[in-house]
């Protein structure tokens, strides 16, 4: 357990670029990828809730009778005025208090585009989310994102012991463990549009894979990594060898 004092559990990098054409459709493009501990991808990590290319679920018209919403303030993010609006569960008939909200979305108030949205999920499965927005040629363009999501819990020490006057195993009480949370940020930038679409550029699968060994991910940092990021990377490679994982 000393090991995840100077390092993370887990660390995952991954740069893409993404295309998109009304014409040809959307192409994904890995740049380049390096997960720390294991030889592959967890691929299962990639489909996490995201809101670049689809509208929040909860503004969704299909389920907004899921929540009720109520107009809170306004306030300038960036120079532009937004409308701050508030939303819970609908299920929740009493007045709660603030903090007891799912989340809060943020209203362009000159274009009715959303800015932001925070959003934080009863399921301890779905965490919380936080997504923000930018105009570029009178169109939003998402540019950063945060998530956080619990995923399970590591105990340090066994779930069932040995009772030595018996010889039976019985189940560990009170056990001391801590939670394991995922954290993805996603950062978005050097968008271009409109561009000039051509077919070879969407040719292939959806998605292509042009690197993987993480060699060229300081290119495309949108920050430099912590320590604690870097000995993840030198630690945890090093375990994940020992152990062939």
């Avoid at 585009?113 to 959003?119: N, Q, R, T, V």
């Avoid at 997504?131 to 819990?153: C, D, Q, V, Y």
């Avoid at 430099?224 to 870097?230: D, G, I, K, M, Q």
């Amino acid at each position: 357990m000393k090991l995840f004092t100077k390092s993370k559990l887990f660390l995952w990098e991954r740069a893409s670029e993404f295309l998109y054409s009304q014409k040809y459709g959307e192409k994904i493009n890995i740049l380049d990828n390096r997960i720390a501990g294991l030889r592959e991808p967890v691929y299962e990590l990639m489909a996490l809730r995201s809101n670049r290319n689809r509208i929040p679920r909860e503004i969704r018209e299909e389920n907004r009778s899921l929540y009720r919403f109520f107009l809170t303030d306004s306030i300038d993010i960036d120079g532009r005025k937004n409308f701050v609006i508030r939303f819970r569960d609908a299920g929740i008939k009493k007045p709660v208090p603030q903090r007891k909200f799912n989340g809060y979305i943020y209203v362009d108030a000159e274009t009715y585009g959303l800015k932001k949205i925070e959003s934080n999920s009863n399921k301890k499965s779905e965490g919380s989310i936080t997504s923000i927005w930018t105009p570029i040629h009178n169109k939003w363009f998402l540019a950063k994102e945060n998530l956080k999501m619990r995923m399970g819990m590591t105990y340090m020490d066994e779930k069932y012991k040995t009772d030595q006057k018996t010889g039976k195993k019985e189940e560990v009480k009170n056990r001391k463990g801590f939670g394991n949370y995922v954290f993805l940020t996603a950062d978005y930038f050097d968008f271009q549009t409109p561009i000039q679409e051509k077919k070879k550029d969407f040719e292939g699968y959806s998605m292509s894979v042009k690197n993987a060994d993480g060699s060229t991910l300081d290119k495309f940092r949108t920050d430099s990594l912590t320590l604690r990021e870097s000995m993840t990377y030198n630690k945890i490679d090093s375990v994940g060898k020992k152990y062939n994982l």
